[in-house]
């Protein structure tokens, strides 16, 4: 794959203090990548040095080839890359059509666009936008009354318009409403199947729903790179984020991943099924009451994790393995009454188990046993 963008051993020195520190990176083009790290990582300074509004101390920044690090933010952007921050910067007395208009305009030009009317070509272009950023209906309705979400949408709406070939997306659901953030994602999505793009954001839930591709910061450098699974389950991007290395182990947490998917099989996690995957999964890996404790107080960090279930059960590779997924799954579902959503994907999962048909019952039937029958 081609790579659009190319940062070679980067440092950024602030009076002494290294923002980002020998930072090296690639992304393909096409490509949607997710930036993720704790306060303090380097992550906005990693876009401010992209679109030249901090210069690095060395190191360099290449755009489709062309070393761009030095240059002023205007000509950065004219090369093809929009940036659009946390805080919407829409026009906020202007409606939701004449934003994407302005921003479709070639001439930028506010007075020419509000008042001389607009290409054909743009007219199409906006209503092509209205429709992309989910705003049609409210397309003549002032930016102030747009709920803050759609602000969000609108405002990636006016980015898009600029026909940028790499977006840089800074935190665009902090704030939102779980709707809000749906949308925003499926938003984001649609927009890489044309562009590329790098997004920023603490909001786990959300990373995980539009991750391809993830890149951990960490001091000012990239502590991990791969899949939302491969980086939930680095030893050292846990240490970070729990600032103690673990006692889970990532076999463990994947056993958690494949019970939980059962669990919100109907989107109602409820809290005797959490109870069951808390304590079963610290008996199974250790006889210790207190180190039960903490086992619980780790497990419970992953309980948010929401992955492909044939992405989690490509990793089990032995039988014992897929028996105790099978055990902790099929318990999980039973602890709150099996319903016909869980049933469902409990039938997935034994399809992709693989497991004798009459072991499967005989474990079914210990279970039942527990639980009434």
Not at 10 to 15: I, S
Not at 46 to 64: E, H, R, S
Not at 76 to 94: C, D, E, S
Request: contains cysteine; glycine residues 8%.
């Amino acid at each position: 794959m081609e790579n659009i963008l190319e940062i070679e051993n980067l440092t950024v020195n602030f009076d002494g203090f290294k923002a980002l520190n020998n930072l090296t990176f690639r992304m393909g083009k096409g490509e949607l990548r997710v930036i993720i790290g704790p306060n303090g990582a380097g992550k906005t300074t990693f876009l401010d040095v992209i679109t030249g509004k901090v210069k690095p101390t060395t190191g360099k920044v290449k755009f489709k080839g062309k070393t761009i690090s030095g240059l002023p933010e205007h000509k950065v952007a004219r090369l093809g890359i929009g940036r659009k921050f946390q805080t919407p910067r829409v026009y906020q007395n202007l409606t939701v059509r004449e934003n994407l208009d302005l921003a479709c305009n070639r001439h930028k030009n506010v007075l020419p666009t509000l008042f001389g009317g607009t290409k054909a070509t743009e007219r199409t272009q906006t209503l092509s936008l209205l429709e992309t950023i989910g705003l049609t209906e409210k397309a003549d309705i002032q930016a102030a009354w747009l709920a803050h979400g759609e602000k969000q949408r609108l405002e990636i709406g006016m980015l898009v318009a600029q026909s940028p070939d790499l977006l840089l997306v800074d935190e665009p659901v902090a704030g939102l409403t779980d709707e809000e953030t749906e949308n925003v994602g499926n938003l984001l999505l649609a927009l890489a199947e044309s562009h590329s793009l790098i997004v920023i954001e603490h909001d786990m839930e959300f990373v995980r729903q539009i991750a391809r591709q993830v890149t951990v910061l960490h001091q000012g450098s990239v502590l991990c790179e791969g899949n939302m699974n491969q980086v939930q389950n680095d030893p050292k991007v846990i240490e970070v984020y729990l600032g103690e290395a673990p006692t889970v182990t990532p076999e463990q947490m994947n056993l958690i991943r494949i019970a939980a998917s059962m669990a919100w099989a109907d989107g109602n996690f409820a809290p005797e099924q959490k109870q069951v995957i808390l304590s079963r999964l610290s008996e199974q890996f250790t006889n210790d009451s207190q180190h039960q404790a903490q086992l619980q107080g780790e497990l419970e960090n992953y309980l948010a994790s929401n992955l492909p279930l044939e992405q989690l059960t490509d990793t089990l590779t032995t039988e014992n393995e897929k028996i105790t997924a099978l055990k902790l799954s099929y318990e999980v579902i039973r602890a709150n009454g099996v319903n016909e959503l869980e049933s469902i994907v409990y039938q997935q999962l034994l399809g992709q188990l693989g497991l004798p048909l009459e072991m499967v019952r005989e474990i079914e039937a210990e279970i039942d046993q527990v639980y009434g029958g």
